[in-house]
């Protein structure tokens, strides 16, 4: 999937709430488990780098490291552009 996708996804999901707005959790990285990218819905294989943001009451959220690059530009620019409304 190419960036330009993975970015419209990323947004429509943060709109929707079913990726985090906000910068609440601890981020680790290590290498991918076969487990499913929370952004694009491709598996992480373990070639890949896996983010992962351990959130409390959540199961958490899985990323590849461009997905996750790609959710924390479109999520400070989401932030940001709220801010300025407020």
């Not at 707005?21 to 890949?48: F, K, L």
């Amino acid at each position: 999937m190419n960036q330009t996708t993975v970015r419209e996804l990323v947004r429509v999901k943060i709109a929707d709430g079913l990726l985090p707005r906000d910068r609440v959790g601890a981020v680790s990285a290590t290498n991918g488990t076969n487990a499913t990218c929370d952004a694009c819905a491709a598996a992480v294989s373990p070639e890949e780098v896996l983010y992962r943001i351990a959130r409390e009451g959540t199961p958490g959220f899985v990323f590849h490291a461009s997905c996750f690059a790609i959710w924390r530009t479109e999520r400070n620019s989401m932030t940001s552009s709220r801010a300025a409304l407020d």
